[in-house]
């Protein structure tokens, strides 16, 4: 019998609860603290956590290398893309005045997307360097 | 009570910083400046800014600490003695630390209202962020959206970091391929 058994249950325990923690700080941050940046942060403690405990492999079929490392770059590229959609509907850079029928909608969906873009490209970071450590230990 | 908690917070956080510079032992090192990070998010919610201390607690604590342990993984784990002496960095120190010091008698009082960093665009910020943005939570309007020119050089500063540790730590591509080249040629070697 393995004699880590309440370390790996305490763990599946409290995983589903840190992936909803992350979420509602993301999809929370414009009213309570928080964003994609430390969301981002939290989402990839999960993956970390979950490594530790049940090791890389096991990681590695929840959050392939191969995902991770182009989420990578996604991230900045929506977060980018965004300001230049405000240019394409005739604004400055980064202006999400007219990406909805109102100037107030269409900040509200410019903080989302651009909140988004942060979370991928922290989140998937965390992760690829975690991963990039655990590969050179070997 | 506020200056009291303040206080303790600031001589717990100035005890660690020289435990951490005392310390030989990089696995004892790593613990406490995760503990230092722990000191630093209380009081930052003393302080009210619960946004950065979000931050600190889960990047400062969390994993920066997690990506240090994983670093001591591949090192050893006790300091070497260092060949020079302490004399220059620690004059070095006390200079810039003088500076620092002297630098904030130029300051407003701790927490006036009517300092000039909030006489700016903060009121602005503060008015009109719900009107403009329909966000509530300033922090987030001001980061994602007045100035999110800044945030995005944020975001490509950690893709980058990323980039670096990754290619740093396996290499590019053709060469992880030599090198696996490489160690199945010498096992087909052995096999023959």
């Known amino acids: 019998m393995r004699l880590d058994l309440i370390l790996r249950i305490g763990t599946k325990l409290l995983l589903p609860f840190m992936l909803l923690f992350a979420l509602y700080v993301q999809f929370h941050g414009d009213y309570g603290p928080g964003g994609g940046f430390q969301a981002g942060v939290i989402a990839a ?4 956590l979950y490594a530790l405990v049940f090791g890389i492999s096991k990681a590695k079929l929840i959050a392939p290398q191969w995902l991770v490392e182009r989420l990578v770059p996604l991230g900045v590229l929506i977060y980018a893309g965004t300001g230049v959609v405000g240019i394409l509907t005739g604004q400055n850079f980064l202006d999400y005045s007219h990406l909805a029928h109102d100037p107030v909608h269409g900040h509200e969906w410019g903080i989302f997307t651009v909140e988004l873009g942060v979370l991928i490209t922290v989140s998937s970071t965390m992760v690829a360097i975690f991963y990039a450590f655990v590969e050179r230990g070997r | 009570m506020e200056v009291f908690i303040n206080m303790a917070l600031l001589t717990l956080l100035a005890i660690v910083t020289v435990a951490i510079a005392r310390q030989r032992n990089l696995f004892g090192a790593i ?21 950065v201390a979000m931050t600190e607690a889960s990047v400062g604590a969390g994993v920066s600490t997690v990506f240090l342990l994983a670093a001591l993984h591949l090192t050893q784990s006790l300091e070497q003695k260092s060949l020079h002496t302490a004399a220059l960095p620690a004059a070095v120190a006390c200079v810039i630390g003088g500076a620092v010091i002297w630098g904030t008698i130029g300051l407003s009082p701790f927490g006036t209202p009517d300092a000039i960093i909030h006489k700016h665009v903060a009121p602005k ?38 980039i670096g540790v990754m290619l740093l730590l396996r290499g590019s591509g053709r060469r992880r391929r030599q090198r696996e080249a490489v160690g199945q040629a010498s096992k087909s070697g052995e096999a023959s």
């Open chain 1, 45 to 48: 403690g999960m993956i970390i």
């Open chain 2, 31 to 51: 613990i406490l400046a995760g503990v230092y990070s722990f000191l630093m998010a209380s009081l930052l919610i003393a302080l009210d800014a619960v946004d």
């Open chain 2, 125 to 162: 910020y503060i008015n009109d962020t719900v009107k403009e943005t329909g966000v509530p939570n300033v922090v987030t309007s001001v980061l994602a959206d007045y100035r999110g020119y800044d945030t995005l050089g944020e975001t490509t500063v950690i893709f980058t970091a990323g």
